[in-house]
């Protein structure tokens, strides 16, 4: 999920700071035009199309990252989808579709990436979830148990691995301004803005700055936590 959004900003964030990069979504032209910008300021970088729910299509390209990059370091598992609906209204499919993009796609990467990462004596996985997923939302049953199941997940891995080097942290934004949050009209903004502590939705690059920090050798002794980047709603 890096070819837009809070993904993007991820990937900028740590292609300046000197990571090579390999981006993987299912859009190619946003995904080959963001690969290319990653590339100019100097570090590698591919990009891999391909659905994060499928395993096949994750095999594929986790055997062009392996090919490329020798293994990988770090892993960000932000590809994310949301078909809210009130319980009652919620089709099974719904249901499936959330559950198989937000929750089995980070499974799915991390069965492949992790070992070479426990190999390394090195690794950082850092999933995205969700304020949702710790405080449940109205209207998102299928979206905050994904995040909710994801936070489960991190904090097993974490138990499995930590001892090997490597870290899984999750990140869990609040409101956020990206395509996800775009269709908020203006008293639902003004609403939100005033429920947060901070008085402002935030930025993918707020949101990038703590991956950054997780991703790096400055966060060697934390693993299985989560880390709210909302401006205080979540307390
Ligand atoms: P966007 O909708 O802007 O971006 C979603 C990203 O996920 C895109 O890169 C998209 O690329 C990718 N993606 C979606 N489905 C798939 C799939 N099946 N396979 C591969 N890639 C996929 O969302 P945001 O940037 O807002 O959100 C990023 C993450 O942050 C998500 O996990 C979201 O749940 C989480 N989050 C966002 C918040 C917000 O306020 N914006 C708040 C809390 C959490 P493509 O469509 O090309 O596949």
Same mark, same amino acid.
């Given at each position: 999920?890096?070819?837009?959004?809070?993904?993007?900003?991820?990937?900028?964030?740590?292609?300046?700071?000197?990571?090579?990069?390999?981006?993987?979504?299912?859009? &190619?032209?946003? #995904? @080959? $035009?963001?690969? !290319? =910008?990653?590339?100019?300021?100097?570090?590698?970088?591919?990009? /891999? +199309?391909?659905?994060?729910?499928? &395993?096949?299509? #994750? @095999? $594929?390209?986790? !055997? =062009?990252?392996?090919?490329?990059?020798?293994?990988?370091?770090? /892993? +960000?598992?932000?590809?994310?989808?949301?078909?809210?609906?009130?319980?009652?209204?919620?089709?099974?499919?719904?249901?499936?579709?959330?559950?198989?993009?937000?929750?089995?796609?980070?499974?799915?990467?991390?069965?492949?990436?992790?070992?070479?990462?426990?190999?390394?004596?090195?690794?950082?996985?850092?999933?995205?979830?969700?304020?949702?997923?710790?405080?449940?939302?109205?209207?998102?049953?299928?979206?905050?148990?994904?995040?909710?199941?994801?936070?489960?997940?991190?904090?097993?891995?974490?138990?499995?691995?930590?001892?090997?080097?490597?870290?899984?942290?999750?990140?869990?934004?609040?409101?956020?301004?990206?395509?996800?949050?775009?269709?908020?009209?203006?008293?639902?903004?003004?609403?939100?803005?005033?429920?947060?502590?901070?008085?402002?939705?935030?930025?993918?690059?707020?949101?990038?700055?703590?991956?950054?920090?997780?991703?790096?050798?400055?966060?060697?002794?934390?693993?299985?936590?989560?880390?709210?980047?909302?401006?205080?709603?979540?307390?």
């Amino acid at each position: 999920g890096g070819n837009r959004g809070i993904g993007r900003a991820i990937a900028g964030t740590l292609a300046r700071a000197g990571a090579d990069v390999a981006i993987f979504a299912r859009s &190619p032209e946003s #995904v @080959e $035009r963001t690969a !290319a =910008e990653l590339s100019q300021g100097g570090v590698r970088s591919i990009g /891999l +199309v391909g659905d994060v729910g499928d &395993p096949g299509d #994750v @095999e $594929r390209a986790w !055997a =062009e990252v392996a090919e490329t990059f020798e293994g990988v370091d770090i /892993l +960000v598992n932000n590809a994310g989808i949301t078909r809210d609906n009130l319980l009652l209204r919620m089709k099974p499919a719904e249901w499936d579709e959330v559950l198989r993009v937000n929750l089995a796609g980070a499974f799915h990467w991390c069965r492949l990436a992790v070992r070479p990462m426990i190999r390394k004596r090195w690794g950082r996985v850092i999933n995205m979830a969700s304020v949702v997923g710790l405080t449940g939302n109205a209207g998102q049953t299928n979206y905050a148990a994904s995040k909710a199941g994801l936070i489960g997940f991190s904090k097993s891995l974490a138990a499995e691995v930590a001892s090997r080097g490597v870290t899984v942290n999750v990140v869990a934004p609040g409101f956020i301004e990206t395509e996800m949050t775009a269709a908020l009209d203006d008293r639902a903004r003004a609403a939100y803005e005033e429920r947060i502590p901070a008085g402002r939705l935030g930025s993918a690059q707020d949101v990038a700055d703590l991956v950054l920090f997780l991703a790096s050798p400055l966060s060697d002794y934390i693993t299985g936590q989560v880390i709210c980047v909302d401006g205080g709603l979540t307390r």
